[in-house]
């Protein structure tokens, strides 16, 4: 008795249909390597961190996670009183009192704080707003150099920085060029 020949299936396809599909082959792993690689790529430059969007081209200005988490238990400790929870500050910031001075003003980006390169949100935190008072213009704003020290500072304004959009801090960045942290 003659065996029936084993079936070959790859024989039944012509040439030019293997190599088509070794190419779509080739394509789709090319893909989803490049995929893969891209995707590595942003996960290793995100973690950590808050992306700002920027999409300029420029690198991103970014925060440390964990810096804004220390920024903001010490913002809870002693910001927040004057400045409200989220940073809203009071309703009314932009009204002077009798006395000269404004009530505290927002944080976010409803403010102005993100005007103000990092140089001088730093000495105003440390110093208290009075070294900034003019005629007419008083700060009840109280210096924190004797309760925070640098890093705390800088964490404070890291958290503060993450109330902002990312358009603010990016701005907030390029001011800062002329005036960094000390």
Same mark, same amino acid.
């Given at each position: 008795?003659?065996?029936?020949?084993?079936?070959?299936?790859?024989?039944?396809?012509?040439?030019?249909?293997?190599?088509?599909?070794?190419?779509?082959?080739?394509?789709?792993?090319?893909?989803?390597?490049?995929? #893969?690689?891209? *995707?590595?790529?942003?996960?290793?430059?995100?973690?950590?961190?808050?992306?700002? /969007?920027?999409? %300029?081209?420029? =690198?991103?200005?970014?925060?440390?996670?964990?810096?804004?988490?220390?920024?903001?238990?010490?913002?809870?400790?002693?910001?927040?009183?004057?400045?409200?929870?989220?940073?809203?500050?009071?309703?009314?910031?932009?009204?002077?009192?009798?006395?000269?001075?404004?009530?505290?003003?927002?944080?976010?980006?409803?403010?102005?704080?993100?005007?103000?390169?990092? #140089?001088?949100? *730093?000495?105003?935190?440390?110093?208290?707003?009075?070294?900034?008072?003019?005629? /007419?213009?008083? %700060?009840?704003? =109280?210096?924190?150099?004797?309760?925070?020290?640098?890093?705390?500072?800088?964490?404070?304004?890291?958290?503060?920085?993450?109330?902002?959009?990312?358009?603010?801090?990016?701005?907030?960045?390029?001011?800062?060029?002329?005036?960094?942290?000390?």
């Amino acid at each position: 008795m003659n065996k029936p020949e084993e079936s070959d299936d790859a024989g039944m396809l012509g040439a030019g249909t293997r190599r088509w599909i070794l190419y779509v082959a080739a394509f789709i792993g090319l893909g989803l390597l490049t995929t #893969g690689a891209g *995707y590595w790529w942003f996960i290793q430059q995100a973690e950590g961190t808050i992306l700002d /969007g920027n999409v %300029s081209g420029d =690198p991103p200005q970014t925060l440390e996670l964990q810096q804004v988490a220390r920024g903001e238990a010490l913002y809870q400790g002693h910001c927040l009183q004057c400045h409200g929870v989220r940073g809203e500050g009071n309703p009314n910031w932009r009204q002077q009192h009798s006395d000269d001075t404004y009530p505290p003003p927002p944080h976010d980006s409803t403010g102005h704080t993100w005007h103000h390169a990092d #140089g001088l949100l *730093y000495r105003i935190v440390r110093d208290g707003g009075t070294i900034y008072e003019t005629p /007419g213009f008083k %700060s009840a704003m =109280p210096a924190f150099g004797d309760r925070l020290n640098e890093d705390e500072i800088r964490d404070v304004i890291a958290y503060i920085k993450s109330l902002w959009k990312p358009e603010h801090r990016e701005s907030q960045a390029e001011v800062s060029l002329q005036d960094p942290f000390p």
